[in-house]
DNA sequence: ATAAAATTTAACCAAATGGTTAAATCATAT
DNA sequence: ATATGATTTAACCATTTGGTTAAATTTTAT
């Protein structure tokens, strides 16, 4: 059920109540969430948050952390692997957004949270043994252009298009829905025919392009 | 200076306070919000912000209402311009990317609060008086795919492809900044020449694809 | 000039909130 | 069994926050 088993050290009223503040900080934030909610939310007693971790402040940073660790870590693994990049981009995709539908809350959240607080991702990162290799994907593209495979783009830009047009749909639906009127249940099934063409959209702007004048 | 005198009756404090607002609001969000710093903003009383707007709930939904507005006529505005379908791309990614990046708070903003109170945008929507045409575009992509000017391709998908590739690297920043280890100038200057290069990487795409085994 | 209305202010208030404390309960080792 | 340490609880506390009130000041109409 949780994915917090990270916490090793854990016992059971601690996962309880990580499992809690998790569900609580990513709907309403930071400002939002009530120690008072997130206490009953993991049936426990207020005091006994405090008794654990200490401070609102302290929990959630956290629970920030892991989150943030969880996309990072998982883009990077996805991104180190070593394969044709025709394979590698359908595989990025599909296994991304595969990824974010099951952990939607994560994306508004960390974004919504590191921008009103910019100076936390600093102090997340250095405390994060994460190292995250770009370069190995940078690289492929730049190998593929000069070998004629694909054409010449810029690689940084080719990784926001991708990680753009897989993540974006998720933290927007509740305003595409509005804007382009669509129901929540179309919303869903467009999402999952997503996974499939979004490879051969990039694939198809990537190859063999038309040389306009 | 401010762009908020659609409040056609406001008068000067009622502008002071509203730009006030919308400054505190679209950083903190409501909860992070606070009524004595908006004061603050204005340079008048707290009192005052209550005399003038009631509660923070009616502020605040004003401020939300007039951001909602502003990115849905902007983009209902380019969507139904009446041109041919390569130039209307490219008009619509230079745009809206200018648009977007005149106005950085605004995408975080209307994402956020809508997703944490999904009920606001049927008010909004309701009390807005706005109208959408997405089916002008819609149809384009259709008419254009039968032709054969362009390949076979759902038109609500093509529509989140370009939104997402213009507008989440803005919300994303932070995010991305921190995940591929670039400087804020850097990030800068590639959302400039990200302006010009999407359309080309969409049109790529579109025309005369590749077949795929 | 002055009465009336609109605006601004300082001083308050009640509710909510993060956090503390000290006592009670439970688990564990001897 | 019981002493020791860990866990849980109810009752509090200080501060913050949205909101109010009534008086003071400024603006406007006559």
Known sequence: MTDLQIFETAGETELKILDAAKKIFSIKGYDGARMQ???????INKAALHYYF???DKLFELIF???FKKIYNNLGEIIEKDMPL????KFMTENYIDFISKNQYLIPFIMTELAKNP???V???KESDVKFKSENFINQIKKEAKAGNIKEIDP??????IISMCVFPFPAKPMLCAILG??????KKMMEERKKIIADFIMDSLINPVHRE
């Open 182 to 187: 669509i129901s929540e249940l179309k919303y």
């Open 37 to 43: 909610e997130i206490a009953n939310e993991a049936k």
């Open 119 to 121: 100076d936390r991702f």
């Open 123 to 125: 102090k997340v990162i």
């Open 86 to 89: 025709k394979d590698k981009i």
């Open 156 to 161: 940084f830009q080719l990784f926001m298009n």
């Open 65 to 67: 952390k892991f989150c």
């Open 54 to 56: 200490r401070s609102k």
